[in-house]
């Protein structure tokens, strides 16, 4: 069974910092392109962050570029996010995803198959 959890959310005050985790199981995380949504209350789901696999080139929504940095443990076939100097902003639900068939990062939630259960960051004093 395919499966992607996440764990690592939770509340934290402004300027703080959280560390998300995805860890796979059901298959080997190693496609070509895994990374992070972002849904906040009343908007679209958003692009945050991924990776290549094929060279560990990492791209970033300017909203969170020089704060959030993706990262990726083969061995653990897990992806984090760690999220510095966080902003009542990013309050949302943090999603990882990936999928088989991408040769190309895209910051369009349509284009990826598999996708984790969520989970909240609030950021609030």
């Known amino acids: 069974q395919v499966q992607l959890v996440e764990s690592g959310g939770g509340l934290v005050q402004p300027g703080g910092s959280l560390r998300l985790s995805c860890a796979a199981s059901?298959?080997?995380?190693?496609?070509?392109?895994e990374g992070w949504f972002r849904q906040a209350p009343g908007k679209e789901r958003e692009g945050v962050s991924f990776?290549?696999?094929?060279?560990?080139?990492?791209y970033y929504a300017d909203s969170v570029k020089g704060r959030f940095t993706i990262s990726r443990d083969a061995a653990k076939n897990t992806v984090y996010l760690q999220m510095n100097s966080l902003k009542p902003e990013d309050t949302a639900v943090y999603y990882c995803?990936?999928?088989?068939?991408?040769?190309?990062?895209?910051?369009?939630?349509?284009?990826?198959?598999?996708w984790g259960q969520g989970a909240q960051v609030t950021v609030s004093s």
């Open positions: 059901g298959f080997t995380l190693d496609y070509y392109v």
């Open positions: 990776i290549m696999n094929s060279d560990g080139s990492t």
């Open positions: 995803t990936t999928d088989p068939r991408l040769r190309y990062v895209s910051f369009d939630p349509d284009d990826y198959t598999y």
